[in-house]
């Protein structure tokens, strides 16, 4: 691995790094952002606002979750 900026073809590899750096800030943000429609908000947000009751899986999962952080 080289220690110095520059390749040994005689250009430097820092606008390389700096265009696959903000390809990468692009990419996570577009993935960090989700559009809705606005039904698909309501729905959304009625789940949050009254969810619906667990199932026996999720009843089983806080079970194991209490009895792993359980500290007495």
Request: net charge neutral; with cysteine.
């Amino acid at each position: 691995m080289l220690s110095n900026p520059e390749w040994p073809w005689g250009f430097s590899s820092r606008p390389v790094v700096a265009t696959v750096q903000d390809a990468a800030r692009r990419a996570i943000g577009e993935a960090e952002i989700f559009r809705l429609t606005v039904s698909d908000q309501e729905t959304f947000a009625c789940a949050l606002l009254s969810p619906p009751p667990p199932t026996p899986a999720m009843e089983r999962a806080f079970a194991r979750r209490r009895a792993l952080l359980h500290t007495e």
